[in-house]
């Protein structure tokens, strides 16, 4: 079966959904998204939204800020892009109904860490991500061209003369057995499908966030860039049998300590800073201070806000405050235990400053792509402000390079002998999933070696072997496409991590802890990669200016 549309917007975070707004004006737009509406990482972000709002000199020092935190390996013209355009982008999500946090009538803004000012809004406390995509999705619904396909996932990017002209969809919905493909034709096609935390066993990113928009661009054949730099959240609740529940950098900001088990401050031993230091740099912190000393299990780290006297902490972090007093825990009374969890993305699909990637007809933006606006250290809440810049700019260069109709797919996607995986081939492969994802942990996290890596690659290819036999005996199911997204992810991450030998922003090397300017002051590049289902056919990897 195939169809037409004229844009097609794989992902519904902040940076999909602001660009369906923009395409929606001049034509009809579909957007897929693998659950239901607001299911993103957008929809999880608790810090906040970074924007300039007092004029040009604040304008300035974010951009500086985010130069800095990018650790020498920001691309300056796209923070500028950023800082610049960001105020204008805020503002028309304010006028489209987002609510945030107000003092006297006035934006109440915050400061976090790494940040020279505040400029930090947030909405309901601790809701900002909440917020804001609530209110892009409501807007958008009113608009008649924009169309959503929930419960829906790609599978596929249709390439002809290198220029993407089609994806496969099929359902995502985990009860549903048809996996038949349908196929989409479309002038231009926006990956919008945010990051790949569940690459790894320790996470803030939801169940979705598997990487698959960064797979199916790298199996088109388009470049990767900064695979290297996944950056840890310092603070994420380490209850046993509780998901890593994100404790906001927000806690800190507003005069969170950091305690080891001995109840030590302990971050001015690793920068003057303290708990506002470079997320990088708190977190490997964390990492040192819990390592255990001996085989046994590791030590505890804490947040302490018990001397903070002078705020409602649980009106400040609603959302927070709730989920502790469901285990037993208030911000005002206790110490709460706190581990590193992957956070955030800073690689992904190479893009310029307009999302358009190495393949004509392809664009991306937001945490699934790479404009270098984040260098080797995620500024902390830019992340927000990022999806809706570079969304509205993809869609402009979409508007801009379109061709006059949509491209012909005369047939539509072959319809394979469909074959649902049983219940003993889903539980074999979940065990094949959470042995790749502990594994990326251990070589691939925090603190990397040389050895470690070499073992990460190895133990990956052993199980994109056994992964590769369900795909061999045509088994579909949107577990599977999930794991061929994790070994793609998780296979340019080990190589991008064996390349760069310095430690540099959230990449550090524990054999090479020293940056090295002269070699590595520049971006990993994966081109020609044409990976295969599993992500074994890998191209080159490079070092290149931006």
Not at 216 to 245: C, I, K, N, W
Not at 363 to 390: D, K, P, Q, W
């Amino acid at each position: 079966m195939a169809e037409n549309i004229d844009y097609l917007i794989i992902g519904a975070g902040v940076a999909g959904l602001r660009a369906a707004i923009s395409l929606a004006n001049h034509g009809q737009v579909l957007v897929v998204t693998k659950e239901s509406l607001g299911e993103s990482n957008t929809h999880y972000a608790q810090g906040g939204i970074a924007v300039a709002t007092e004029g040009q000199e604040d304008i300035q020092l974010h951009l500086e800020d985010t130069m800095a935190a990018g650790d020498g390996l920001v691309f300056r013209p796209a923070a500028k892009v950023l800082v610049e355009e960001g105020p204008l982008r805020v503002a028309e999500l304010i006028e489209w109904g987002a609510g945030f946090d107000r003092l006297n009538g006035q934006l109440l803004r915050t400061r976090e860490a790494a940040h020279s000012h505040p400029r930090i809004l947030h909405a309901h406390g601790d809701a900002t991500g909440a917020e804001i995509s609530r209110s892009l999705v409501e807007f958008a619904r009113t608009h008649p061209r924009i169309h959503f396909a929930e419960w829906t996932m790609a599978t596929a990017l249709i390439v002809a003369d290198n220029r993407a002209i089609a994806a496969d969809l099929v359902s995502a919905n985990p009860r549903a057995n048809d996996c038949t493909p349908k196929r989409v034709s479309a002038r231009a096609i926006l990956l919008a499908s945010g990051g790949a935390g569940q690459v790894y066993s320790d996470t803030t990113n939801p169940a979705v966030a598997t990487g698959d928009g960064i797979a199916l661009a790298a199996r088109a054949g388009a470049e990767l860039a900064d695979m290297e730099f996944y950056q840890f959240h310092p603070t994420a609740l380490s209850l046993p049998g509780v998901p890593r529940f994100l404790l906001s950098e927000a806690l800190r900001g507003e005069g969170a300590y950091l305690r080891n088990d001995r109840g030590e401050r302990f971050m001015e031993r690793y920068h003057p800073s303290l708990e506002l230091a470079p997320r990088d740099v708190v977190a490997r912190a964390v990492a040192r201070e819990g390592m255990s000393e001996g085989s046994g299990a590791d030590r505890p780290v804490y947040l302490d806000m018990r001397h903070v006297h002078d705020i409602d902490l649980p009106r400040r972090f609603p959302g927070i405050s709730l989920f502790l007093k469901e285990h037993g825990l208030t911000l005002h009374r206790d110490l709460i235990p706190v581990r590193p969890a992957a956070h955030y993305l800073m690689g992904g699909i190479r893009t310029d400053l307009d999302g358009r990637t190495s393949l004509r007809g392809l664009y991306a933006a937001g945490e699934a792509a790479c404009t270098g606006v984040h260098g080797a250290n995620r500024l902390a809440s830019n992340s927000l402000l990022e999806g809706l810049v570079f969304g509205a700019r993809a869609a402009d260069a979409m508007l801009e390079d379109a061709s006059g109709s949509v491209s012909n797919v005369a047939e539509a996607s072959p319809e394979p002998a469909i074959k649902p995986m049983d219940n003993t081939d889903e539980s074999l492969l979940d065990l094949l999933v959470q042995q790749l994802r502990r594994m990326m942990w251990r070589t691939a996290g925090l603190l990397r070696d040389e050895q470690t890596l070499r073992e990460g690659l190895s133990e990956r290819d052993a199980i994109a072997a056994s992964v590769t036999r369900f795909v061999q005996q045509g088994k579909t199911s949107r577990q599977l496409f999930e794991a061929q997204s994790l070994l793609a992810v998780s296979h340019a991450i080990l190589l991008a991590s064996s390349a760069r030998k310095e430690s540099r922003g959230a990449h550090f090397r524990e054999d090479h802890p020293h940056r090295d300017d002269l070699n590595f002051r520049k971006h990993s590049i994966l081109k020609n990669s044409a990976l295969d289902q599993t992500g074994h056919k890998i191209g080159q990897l490079s070092f290149e200016e931006w």
